[in-house]
Structure formats: C-alpha cells, structure tokens
C-alpha cells in the first residue's frame, strides 16, 4: 500500500513536471532555455516510463533523446544566428492568445469526455514490453515489418538531409 | 517469416532495391546525361513493380502478419501509383534537365515515397499506417525543395515540412488515443473489440481518437481548414513533383482513410458523416471559389486540387458501395488528367522563367496545336465534360450521393462543378481565342514528355469512354475490402 501510494505521489509530481517544462519550453524567449526545458521534459518522461516497469525504454529516452537529439538541437540553435527571428516572436501575440484559448477549449472538451467514463488502462499489457530481451523479439517478430520500413525511412532522410544540404548547387550552368 | 510473406512484399523489396541502387548510380552520374539514364532506370522499376502485381491476381489475400494485406483493394492502389510513377518519371526526365536538378536522388526520393504510398494503401496496422505515412511525406519535403535556387521551392519545402510535421503529431495522437481505448493496434483486432462491446462501455477517446485521424488524413488530401498550406507548396515546388503529390499523396491517403474507416469505424459511420459532410461541402466551395481569381495556372490547379479532394470527399460521404469504388475510379482518372495537365506545364518551363501565368497560354493553340489539344482534353476532363474521365467520375458520385438520399450534398456538388467549368475553360479560351501579347518562345518536346502526354490523353479518353472494365474492377476491389 505504502507503495503504492509513493508511486502515486511521484508520477503526479512527474507528470507536472514534465507538462510545466513543455509548457514553459514553447513559453521561453531564449531558445537555449527551450532546449533545456525539453531536456527536463525528456528526462521527466524517462521516470514515467521507470514507473512503469519499462527500465530499458527509460534508458533509451535518456540516451537516445535527452543525449543525441538534444545535442544536435544545441548545436544548431548556437551554430546559426537567431536574433531576427526572436524579435519576430515578439510580435506574435494575436497567436499566442488563439493558443491559450484553443488550449483551454481543448482541455475543457478532454475533461468533458473523460467524464462520462473512466478510461480502461491496459497497464497489464504495457509492463511486459519493459526490457531490452522482449523488446528486441517484438522487433524482429511481431514489428518486423514496421522495423525495416523504418531502416528505409531513415535512409531516405539522411539522403534528403544531405541533398538540401549541400554546398553546391547541382547543375553545372546555373550561376 | 515464410517465403509467401516474402512474396506480399515484392513490389516493396523491388522499389527499395531499385531505390539503393539509384542511390549508388547516382553517386558515379552526376552530369545530365547521367541522370536521364537513371530516370529509364526508375521506369524499368515501374514496369518491374507492374509485372510483380500479377503474381497476386487471383491469390486472394496474402497478409503479413496482422501489418499488412495484399487484397484486391491493395493491388488497384498500387496500380494507381504505378500509373503516377510512369507520368511522372516519364515527365520528368526532361524537365529535370531544364530546371538543372542534375541529381539521381531526385529518382530514389521518388520510389521511396512510393513505397510509402503502396504501404499506406496495404497497412492494416496502426503502427504500420504510421510509419508508411511518414515513408511517404518526407522524401516528398525534400523533394518540394529541389529548386534550391528558387526561393519559392525552399519556401514550399519549409512549409510543407513544417506543417506536415504538426499535421502528423495529431494522428499519432489519434493512433495513441484509438490504441488506449481498445488496446489493440491491428484494424482487426480493433474491430473486433468494437463490435464486441456496448456502445456505452467503449471510451470516448475512440471518437477524439478519430477526429485527430481525421485531421491527419484532411491535411495530407488538403480538405478544407487544412489545405492552407496547398496553394503555396504546389506553386513553389518542381512541377514534376507538384504532379507526383497532387495525385499520388491524394491517393494514397484516401486508400488508407477509405480502408481505416469502412473496415474499423463503420460502427460510427453515422457519427463521422455529419462532420465530413460539412467538410466535404466546404472544401469543394473555397476550392473552387478561390480558383476563380486565380492568374497563374500552376496556383489554379492547386486550389482545383483542393476541389478535387471535395468532390472525393463527396462520395465519402454517400458511404455506399457505390461511393467507395467511385473513390477508386476518381483518383485513377484524376492520376491522368492532373499529370497530364501538369506535364503541359513542364513543357512551358524555361530556366527561371517558367511561363505559368494565364498569358503564357494565349494563342498558344495555333503555334502549338496539339499541346493546345491535349491540354483542353485535361481541362475538360477536370471540369467534368463528357466525353472524358472527369465526366464519368463526377457522373458516380454525384450519382452515389443521390442514392444515398443525400440530395442537397449532390445538388451542392453539381453546382460546384458548374462554376469549375469557367475557369477550367478559361484556359482553354486563352488558348484558342486570345491573340499572345509577345512572340510563344520555341518550346522543346522530348520523346518521353510526349509519350507521358500522349499516355495520360490516352488515358483520360478511355476511362471517359469505356469506363466499364475499371469500374468492375473498382467495384471487386471495395467487396474485398469488408
């Protein structure tokens, strides 16, 4: 019981956490602020998914997202400059007042359904995918399809990333 | 995995194989003649996934696991992209070298967005439908961008990707939302828990769960409070690929809406129609409205594209049998007439100057007739005019909404169609009955555009003529859908 009761204080107080710094990350002027707001959001998502027996998805969001992608976010915010598009930012409140609205009509419609009955939780089902050995069967048996789809994806990407990025225009004649 | 699930995916292992490949080619040819050898390379794929289909005629359903199915349905979509892959490749090989996209990638990003969309029309898993969608919206980002020395192109990529991304946040959270209230991800499994349970017991996340799927799939058709984005990303981007996601992206979201909806929700079909109702009407009016005051075609044919995707949304609506395989035909001949239309455009284009305002039309019927003939083919297929495939596409779903005793939603359609005919016509006019204010530039015709023109007249033609045999095939492939 005792346990339970921790567990429930926790993920209440983690789950304010992680909606706080989601907020506050679209919130902040500072861009770096942002990004350390959504490193607090990532790392805040990790704890959810300890609470729920998964350890390895929880390392997985550390690494791969509060570590790989932050990084890159971090580089690239410092690496071009933003100075005039943060001053357009603040001129944008007729947006920023349609945002607070929509939220709030958004959050009262949630609130209205959820009312009417109880969601059935389907934890039973979520703890067993928790570890690295169910994980990686899932992939390559139930997921397999989905997995290689992704490698391709992902290769598609990367040819993309690297066509819109680089240096020379293709074309020998134009300019 | 047996050798039959391996069979389910061949048309995908020969576009991804042939996909690399061009990767690797593309890396030893850089110059023009490279790369149109490539684009035969991309049509042999064509022809190769072409042959591969008739492997599943008359098999039946071949699945893979509970992520996708080789139905009837599965293999007329596929057959529709094999359509747009050949117009657009087709097309493409000359305008690429025109406009200097001296690159293969151009091709590959191609056959990855098609893989894309064969998935999207074949997932019958959440978690497939997904990643399929995204298969086939990124390599179409970069690809918006190519022009990398047009602001508009980079402008239209930017947008469309950001947008897009917003747009694929809300149906992941509709997939997440459908996948808490049922507890499953398979269309089947779904459906089972649904017809297994009181109306009154199922969470009402399922119907926020489909209104944000709703969202999802509206942005990618450009149904109408999402199509803002249209306009500005179909002017901006390469012609070629203007045309390839005009018809193809369409299609492909509609084969993955029609296969969601009618297999998993035809429980709600009575809560969704209302909205789509509305939406169907609205997205058919600004369309067509705005086309109105359109000069440059190119934008025109975007805000008719938006129309377009109400006239589908019509027969989506009527939710018949009748409805459903008008969907199917309709893409088909929209695949024709909208490449087709776009190819005229592609001739048109010289480097930075890429003559798709109105004027660039006028007298164009006397230096060019023929181009001038294909292109009033096309306009009067996309304003419904018999003796075309527009006209025999509007004809089953209007006809659909009206054995559906829908009859203010077909009235609304067919006025919709009325006021399309005057700007579809107006082309027309210019080209035949406007003398041109400055001299028609010499415009160069390469064996393959004129072959993808003279495939999608072809087209047009025998859709509008001697429908029958599609429509059959149409109709065979909705049955095996249920």
Redesign the interface.
């Known amino acids: 019981m005792a346990v339970l009761i921790a567990k429930w204080v926790v993920f209440v107080l983690v789950s304010l956490l992680a909606i706080a710094s989601s907020v506050l990350m679209i919130y902040v002027k500072n861009t770096l602020h942002s990004a350390l707001f959504m490193v607090m959001a990532f790392i805040a998502s990790a704890i959810l998914y300890l609470l729920l027996g998964c350890q390895f998805l929880a390392m997985l969001q550390i690494i791969v997202y509060a570590g790989a992608v932050m990084m890159l976010i971090i580089f690239v915010i410092m690496m071009i400059s933003l100075k005039d598009e943060e001053k357009l930012a603040r001129k944008i409140t007729k947006t920023k007042v349609a945002g607070v609205v929509i939220s709030i009509l958004f959050m009262m ?2 609130i209205l ?2 009312g ?2 109880s ?2 939780g ?1 934890m039973g ?1 979520l703890t067993s995918i928790g570890d690295a050995k169910t994980i990686g069967s899932l992939l390559f048996t ?5 997995f290689e ?2 490698s ?2 992902l ?3 990367m ?2 990333a690297v ?2 990025s680089k240096k020379k ?7 | 995995m047996n050798l039959n699930q391996i069979m389910t995916l061949l048309p995908l292992i020969i576009l991804a194989s042939f996909a690399m490949g061009i990767l690797l080619i593309g890396a030893f040819a850089k110059n023009a003649k490279g790369t149109s050898t490539i684009g035969y390379i991309a049509l042999a794929s064509m022809v190769f996934v072409f042959l591969s289909l008739f492997l599943f005629v008359g098999k039946g359903k071949m699945a893979f696991g509970s992520m996708m199915r080789m139905d009837v349905y599965s293999i007329f979509f596929n057959l529709v992209f094999v359509v747009i892959g050949v117009l657009t490749i087709l097309a493409s090989i000359s305008y690429v070298k025109i406009t200097g996209i001296h690159s293969g990638e151009y091709y590959a990003l191609i056959l990855f967005s098609m893989i894309g969309m064969m998935l999207m029309a074949s997932s019958t898993n959440l978690v497939m439908l997904f990643i399929s969608l995204e298969m086939m919206s990124i390599p179409i980002y970069i690809m918006a961008g190519f022009l990398r020395n047009d602001d508009r192109s980079i402008e239209a990529s930017m947008k469309y990707f950001l947008l897009g991304a917003f747009a694929s946040g809300f149906f992941l959270y509709g997939l997440t939302l459908i996948y808490i209230s049922t507890g499953a991800t398979s269309y089947q499994a779904i459906a089972n828990f649904i017809a297994g349970t009181q109306r009154w017991n199922l969470s009402k996340l399922i119907w926020v769960g489909i209104a944000f799927i709703t969202i999802g799939f509206g942005f990618k058709v450009a149904a109408f409070p999402f199509h803002a984005w249209t306009p500005d990303v179909y002017e901006g981007a390469p012609t070629s690929v203007t045309a390839y996601m005009a018809t193809g992206v369409k299609a492909a979201a509609f084969a993955a809406l029609v296969r969601i909806f009618f297999s998993v929700f035809s429980p709600f079909q009575h809560d969704w129609t209302s909205i789509m109702w509305l939406i169907a009407v609205l997205t058919m009016t600004v369309g067509n409205f705005t086309a109105l005051v359109q000069k440059n075609v190119k934008r025109m044919l975007a805000y008719s594209s938006i129309a377009h995707a109400g006239y589908l949304l019509v027969a989506f609506v009527a939710g018949n049998a009748m409805g459903r395989s008008s969907i199917l035909f309709y893409l088909l001949a929209y695949a024709f007439m909208n490449i087709g239309a776009f190819t005229i455009l592609m001739v048109m284009a010289k480097k930075n100057d890429y003559h798709e305002d109105l004027d660039s039309f006028a007298g164009l019927g006397f230096k060019y007739p023929l181009t001038a003939l294909a292109m009033s083919v096309f306009m009067f297929s996309m304003a419904g005019i018999p003796p075309t495939a527009g006209f025999i596409g509007k004809f089953y779903i209007f006809s659909a909404a009206v054995k559906s005793h829908d009859y203010w939603l077909a009235v609304i359609g067919v006025l919709n169609s009325a006021v399309s005919v005057y700007y579809y016509l107006r082309v027309v006019v210019y080209m035949y009955f406007k003398e041109p204010e400055e001299e028609i530039p010499t415009y160069r015709f390469s064996a393959p555009t004129v072959f993808s023109i003279v495939l999608a007249v072809w087209g047009v033609l025998q859709l509008g003529i001697l429908p029958g045999d599609i429509l059959n095939i149409a109709r065979h492939s909705i049955m095996a859908l249920m």
């Open positions: 419609l949630f359904i959820m009417f009955n969601v059935k389907k089902a139930r997921f397999l399809l989905p789809v992704a391709v994806l290769l598609a990407a040819v993309g066509m819109l225009s293709f074309g020998g004649e134009d300019q």
